[in-house]
């Protein structure tokens, strides 16, 4: 062979000396890549995109690997909970009451400059028989903090709400991003055949800030986006008309059956054609299956009762009708429900927990529609034997300030540290992750994301984060983006 013709590396390798310094540096490689393929630092594994048929985009679909839960209900709290007055007890906050955080001076958050430290306005106390101390802004769910997986060192990106729901429901701070429910949709398809694989049932109050794009499916198929439930406003134009016959209603249905099979015989390979084929043929099932589940008049006036579905208070009865659509959907194996708490229609911190300015008046107001509902929830998943199964994770866009804003009796905006919990299948209950600071302002110990979050709640289904993903644009897409970790440590 003609040197001249080799690439410079290898005209090199015809020296002995050289020779054997590029081999050793090739065996050095070698032993690199497989340190880091046994530390899994090594991104050697080929995407994971579910093989799904477009004539039945709900079938359900095989787990990467053996799951703990098999379905999850993910409870938004719109406008930032305070994690300082619910779940996050610090004792130098309540010391140090009213005077100026240390190192704070000057101190600007979302809405302007900050005041001085203050203390939780609602009492913390030991509960349960772990003695974890939560407030009496939520004593229902107080006493259940037996049965959750507290993580005390949650951080958002953004300030903002609207990017922060964005980011809580999709990963994304921008919007144009799958919700998290559509990528466990798309991923595992349903389990049953009359419902959609992920349901959102939005506050009776109104939708949240960003409103659909907290279950859109955006780059994802369109069968995957979720669906809106409400107890109190059904499906629109479910119910026949009384001028049709349920005998020619069903026999209109198969003849258009028929006609479509038909028509995808001849067009064959038309995936977009197979996909509303599918979807209206699921619409047809969910006016039996629906009309059926939103129907509260078959629960017990003991149910009921202990959800606070007849109470005086319209949005309280409202949001327990909703908690119970959502057990009720739960029971039907739909994957993903995604039940939102709080509403921007009625303005800042009115119908939501924005709380800037009168945050004790407000709260007031909020905290009961909220409390009783979800720990009735909570209970009836475990009395019914769900909670085995079913991973709950309760969750806010991000907390607020420890301090008060300057002039105002509320706390601003705080992504440094915050406090969702998860319960259920899969996590240690009774436990706590994490930390904040001596005041919650910034998480220190063991500091969680969003992605953290995302990637611990798809592990639980059987899904690795890091493989399942979707090709647009020239990018494998994933819910994680290229971040996130297993919190292994709550799991149980």
């Not at 993910?74 to 100026?100: M, N, Q, W």
């Not at 990017?163 to 994304?172: D, F, L």
Request: glycine share 8%; net charge neutral.
């Amino acid at each position: 062979m003609n040197p001249l013709n080799l690439s410079h590396a290898g005209r090199q390798l015809l020296s002995r000396r050289d020779f054997l310094q590029w081999s050793g540096t090739g065996l050095g490689g070698i032993g690199l890549a497989s340190i880091l393929a046994e530390q899994g630092l090594l991104a050697n594994e080929a995407p994971i995109r579910p093989q799904i048929d477009p004539s039945k985009p709900y079938a359900a679909r095989t787990p990467h690997f053996e799951p703990k839960a098999k379905r999850v209900l993910l409870i938004f709290c719109s406008g930032a909970i305070s994690h300082v007055d619910t779940f996050d007890y610090k004792p130098e906050l309540v010391r140090r009451h009213d005077t100026p955080m240390p190192g704070a001076d000057g101190l600007v958050t979302f809405q302007g400059e900050q005041g001085n430290l203050i203390k939780p306005l609602w009492e913390f106390k030991p509960r349960g028989q772990s003695g974890k101390m939560a407030s009496d802004l939520l004593p229902n769910l107080a006493e259940l903090v037996d049965d959750m997986c507290f993580i005390h060192s949650m951080t958002a990106k953004s300030n903002t709400h609207g990017p922060a729901e964005n980011q809580m429901s999709t990963g994304y701070i921008l919007d144009g991003f799958p919700s998290a429910g559509a990528w466990v949709s798309y991923a595992l398809g349903s389990v049953n055949q009359n419902f959609p694989a992920f349901v959102a049932i939005p506050d009776p109050r109104g939708i949240p800030q960003i409103g659909p794009r907290h279950w859109q499916s955006a780059f994802l198929p369109a069968a995957f986006q979720g669906t809106a439930f409400s107890a109190e406003k059904p499906i629109p134009n479910l119910a026949r008309p009384t001028q049709i016959s349920e005998a020619t209603d069903s026999n209109t249905r198969a003849f258009l059956a028929q006609l479509n099979r038909r028509h995808l015989e001849q067009n064959p390979g038309d995936s977009d054609l197979a996909a509303r084929i599918s979807a209206y043929e699921l619409a047809a099932r969910m006016q039996i299956a629906a009309s059926e589940i939103s129907d509260l008049r078959t629960e017990s006036a003991h149910t009921l009762e202990s959800y606070g579905a007849n109470d005086s208070n319209t949005h309280k009865a409202g949001f327990a009708k909703n908690c119970i659509l959502a057990r009720r959907l739960l029971e039907k194996d739909v994957r993903f429900v995604q039940l939102f708490n709080g509403s921007y229609a009625m303005g800042e911190g009115v119908g939501n927990w924005d709380g800037h300015k009168k945050i004790f008046d407000q709260y007031s107001v909020h905290a009961p529609i909220l409390d009783q509902p979800c720990a009735a929830l909570l209970r009836d998943l475990k009395q019914r034997g769900l909670l085995a199964d079913t991973l709950v994770a309760f969750v806010t866009e991000f907390g607020r300030m420890p301090t008060f804003q300057k002039g105002a009796n509320g706390r601003d905006h705080n992504p440094k540290g915050f406090t969702v919990w998860l319960a259920g299948a899969g996590v240690k209950a009774g436990f706590s992750y994490g930390s904040t600071d001596e005041f919650g302002y910034r998480a220190q110990e063991k500091v969680a994301t969003v992605y953290d979050l995302h990637a611990t709640l798809l592990h639980l289904l059987g899904i690795n984060h890091e493989r399942l993903s979707f090709y647009n644009n020239g990018i494998e897409r994933r819910l994680t983006d290229v971040h996130g970790h297993v919190l292994k440590d709550i799991l149980s």
